[in-house]
């Protein structure tokens, strides 16, 4: 299946009206998911089955936002702002396994430094505050695999 057969697919389930879609292909996987409220897709993913020792590939076809997302989460410690990953793949620490931590927990943040890495298909993509703070919980394992949108830190603004 190329890109032209998955973009067609994608207006497709988009024009049709249905939340969500799950292809399987031989070696691929696709999912399409579409919003309630327009008929624009939220996002897609084509995957490829694994091998013997390869690991799972998710490649986004919907491009998400490169900078992270930060929000207010709905539990306990609502005063807290939660830095959610822009991208899927695999989150680090450290911009190298010699070199020290990007920050940890009681640090204080300035909007724009860098907090971790995530590499997406081999390029390493430098996540930025979009606050400024105190680093109260990393929520996330150094070398984890983590999803769009899923939440890495939490800061306080005060």
Sequence with gaps: MDLKEIQNLIKFVSNSGVA????????????IRTTLEGNSPDITYV???????????????????VTPVATAPEDESSKYITIKSPIIGTFYRKPSPDKPM???????I??????CVIEAMKLFNEIESEVSGKI???LVDDMSPV?????????DPS
């Design 147 to 155: 999803e769009f949108d899923q939440p890495l830190f939490l800061v």
């Design 136 to 138: 109260v919980k990393i």
């Design 20 to 31: 969500e879609v799950k292809l399987e292909t031989g070696d691929i996987k696709i999912t």
């Design 47 to 65: 995957q490829q089955a694994p091998m013997q020792q390869a690991v799972p590939q998710a490649v986004p076809v919907a491009s998400p936002p």
């Design 102 to 108: 990007f920050t940890e927990v009681g640090n204080t």
């Design 110 to 115: 300035a909007k724009g430094d860098v907090l």
